[in-house]
C-alpha cells in the first residue's frame, strides 16, 4: 500500500507510529472497520484514533478510511493473481518504496546532512549478518562523496573504545531493521551517553533504537518470516541511504556554489 502521505514524520508520537504502521500492513481491513473495531486492534482508544486522522490532515477516521479505499481500488484497477507472482512481490516492493518516499520530507534528512558537510568523524557499526551490507554500502557511498573521515568496525568492543575516546563532535550511525536488536541498542545507548551525536536507520514501528537517537531516517518494510527466520526485505532501507547520499551531493554543491558566490 502507498501511505503518499505528506507530513513530517518527527511530528508522530510513538503511539502514531504504531498506528500507521498497522495501516500500512492492513489497509484492506481497515476501510471495513469501524473506528471502535480499528481502536480494538491497534490497543488504542477511538479519541487516539481521531487525533491521529486529524494530525495527518483528515477531518476523522471515516475520511481517512476512504481515502485509503481510494487507494485500493487504484491498486484493484490492476489486478494480479491471488497467487504469488513475481508481479506481486513487485507490487509489495513498490508499495513499501512509495511509503517510503513519504517519510523523507523529514527535518532529519536535512540537519544530518547539514552535519556530514562539515567532515566530522563517522563510526558505523556493523554487527554481521544483512545489515552488515547495508553498512558497507553507506560506508563507500561515503567515501565517494568525500567524507573523509569514515572508520567502520564489526566488533563491539572495538566501537565501546570509540565512543569512550572520540572527539566531541563525532557521529556514531546504526542500522536495524527492528531497531531493537540488544547489542546495537545498548551501542547507541552509550553513545549518547557519552554525548555524541547518534544517527540510525530503522523500520517505521515504534522502537528503542529511533527513541535514543538524535536523528532518524525511517522506512517501511513488511515483515516476512520462514521457519521463524527473518525473510523481510531490506531494499526499503537501502533506499533510504541512496537517497540520503543523493540528498547530500546536491546539499554540498549547494554549498560549494555559495562559497563560490562569495568569493567573486
Not at 481500488?73 to 513519504?102: F, R, Y
Amino acid at each position: 500500500m502507498n501511505l503518499n502521505l505528506n507530513f513530517p514524520l518527527q511530528s508522530l508520537t510513538p503511539k502514531e507510529l504504531e498506528i500507521m504502521q498497522y495501516v500500512h500492513d492492513h489497509s484492506d481491513e481497515v476501510t471495513s472497520m469501524s473506528i471502535q473495531t480499528f481502536a480494538k486492534k491497534i490497543n488504542y482508544s477511538t479519541s487516539t484514533v481521531i487525533r491521529f486522522c486529524r494530525k495527518i490532515g483528515f477531518s476523522g477516521f471515516p475520511e481517512f478510511k476512504y481515502y485509503l479505499k481510494n487507494l485500493n481500488i487504484q491498486k484493484d484497477s490492476n489486478p494480479v493473481s491471488s497467487d504469488i507472482s513475481i508481479e506481486s512481490i513487485k507490487n509489495s516492493i513498490k508499495a513499501d518504496l512509495e511509503s517510503t518516499s513519504s517519510l523523507l520530507n523529514s527535518d532529519d534528512i536535512f540537519q544530518i546532512a547539514r552535519l556530514f558537510a562539515s567532515n566530522p568523524p563517522i563510526y558505523l557499526y556493523s554487527p554481521a549478518g544483512l545489515t552488515d551490507i547495508a553498512v558497507s554500502y553507506l560506508e563507500s557511498m561515503l567515501f565517494i562523496s568525500d567524507c573523509q573521515k569514515v572508520y567502520k568496525t564489526t566488533a563491539s568492543k572495538a566501537l565501546r573504545h570509540f565512543i569512550q575516546t572520540a572527539k566531541k563532535e563525532s557521529i556514531f550511525i546504526f542500522i536495524s531493521n527492528s531497531g531493537r536488536f540488544e547489542s546495537t541498542l545498548n551501542l547507541a545507548k552509550e553513545a549518547r551517553l557519552h554525548g555524541m551525536t547518534v544517527i540510525s536507520i530503522s523500520s517505521i514501528e515504534n522502537n528503542d533504537l529511533a527513541e535514543v537517537s538524535n536523528y532518524n531516517l525511517r522506512f517501511f518494510s513488511k515483515k516476512h518470516e520462514n521457519d521463524g527466520a527473518d525473510l523481510t526485505s531490506r531494499l526499503s532501507s537501502f533506499f533510504v541511504l541512496s537517497s540520503f547520499i543523493e540528498y547530500f551531493s546536491f546539499y554540498k554543491k549547494g554549498l560549494e556554489h555559495e562559497n563560490f558566490s562569495e568569493s567573486d
